[in-house]
């Protein structure tokens, strides 16, 4: 990618910035507390195993003295040896280099290598160290790269170098789906290509280490987002055209998601693609249709895992399940819908642990288990049902023998579990609702729409429900103020039920029937 040339008017911004600091150093002042002047600091969490010390000399030998970066090496060590890894890239290096110790607190422009025999975390800007887990294989680098992406959101980086296993991959996807910024080795220029060969997937640059290092330049004389400055070029106009120009290309309408999650994954973009301003990106996508998929993806960006909040699934089994089975048998059916299904790992935990609470009945009825979502490039993955080892870190080895079959690139979900999942496109805001839904299950995705699109959506999935029937949203969601045809039942994990007496209100629209899927 080719990088624009800074304008007068930056370069005077930063130059004015970069004195304004050196001037405060100088004298020892910093008017910030101390967890204030942590907090402006970005951390760059580097990994690395086999041959990654000679491409991380080489990336960190290319890194100015000032950039107010901090960076952290997770390297793969031999836990019962000494570490030599500071004695030997302080030589590489003007930036001091530390072995980190319990408790550290994050400076900018140095460097902090984790030690033999430890895990490590970002806690509240705080480098915390625990002893190595015994669990294999080990998995220091995407410990890490989640608890940075917890902790610093849109402002974490994530850098997967040269190795020889798949370490750091889920990390650098929870880093991206944070909204930060992720890049891989180039596999041609690693010693060790399998780390960087998986890393690529989820990484936004793949670049030899100098070409990593000319990046994290850039970006750090970009900060986290645009300025006010900048942002406010075109204010609401600017802001307004970009949406227009996804909802035309893609039909759906963000204009009432959350502003702020939507404008944080714009700045993204806007920082990738090394713009000016929002009205030089708008311009960029106009000319550009595959600049307007890369952006819908990142504003569609799911979070999600087999059995993610493990309490749900167990209220599920001991509240919901009991009731909603009872009195049921082989002339009867269960309806389940999840609405923003993502790739379908809830889809498959719910399919999985209705099947084990079904087991031994001689006659169980039938099971329909609808996942929706408006990216079909997550349906596609959703339908195809395989998995890599790392996102089947939350199935238990005797599910994964149950119900999963060796394929290349991981495991795929077994047939007789695919043919109770149906996946389709909806849109939960404005297509025709599914009827009789026993179950339906939409969480974490009211917490991206605007009260009004709530409203909507809350509208659309009681109108889906049958008498009786239960919602459980995430926890970080609630229908307080929304509703008055459904009652809690329970807080943690938040679920409802519907009252038996409600009727559907009318909502204008026509029920949606099951779509046709032929398993694969």
Known sequence: MATRAPTKRGAKKTEAKSVRRSVREAEGVDERSPAEASAAVRVVGIGASAGGLEAFSELISAIPPDTGLAFVLVQHLDPHHDSMLVQILARTTSLPVVEIVDGMRIKRDHIYVIPPDKELTLDQDVLRLVPRTKRVPHRPLDNFFCSLADERKSGAIGVVLSGSDADGAFGLEAIREAGGVTFAQSPATAKFDVMPRAAAVAADFVLPPAGIA?????????????????????????????????????????????????????????????????????????????????????????????????????????????????????????????????????????????????????DPPRISIYGTDINEASLRKARTAIYSERALIGVSPERLERFFTAAPGGYKVGKKLRELCVFATHDVTRDPPYSKIDLVTCCNVLIYFDAELQKKAVALLQYSMAPGGFLMLGSSENLRGMSNQVEPISTKPLIYRKQDSANHAALHTTERSPDRVTVP
Not at 221 to 233: I, M, N, P, T, V
């Open 214 to 362: 000319e990046r994290l330049v850039d970006l750090a004389k970009r900060g986290e987002g645009l300025d006010s400055e900048e942002a406010g070029e075109l204010g609401a106009e600017g802001f307004e055209r970009i949406l227009q120009l996804v909802s035309m290309r893609h039909a759906v309408d963000f204009s009432h998601f959350k502003y702020s999650s939507v404008h944080r994954r714009i700045e993204r973009r806007v920082l990738l693609g090394n713009h000016e301003s929002l009205a030089d990106f708008a311009e960029s996508l106009a000319q550009d249709p595959v600049a307007i998929d890369a952006l819908y993806q990142d504003l569609l960006i799911g979070v999600t895992s087999f059995f993610r909040e493990p309490a749900r699934f167990e209220a599920l089994k001991t509240v919901v399940f009991p009731s909603i089975v009872k009195d049921r048998g082989a002339g009867d059916s269960v309806r389940i819908w999840v609405a923003g299904c993502s790739t379908g790992e809830e889809v498959y935990s719910l399919a999985m642990i209705l099947a084990e609470f079904l087991a031994g009945r001689p």
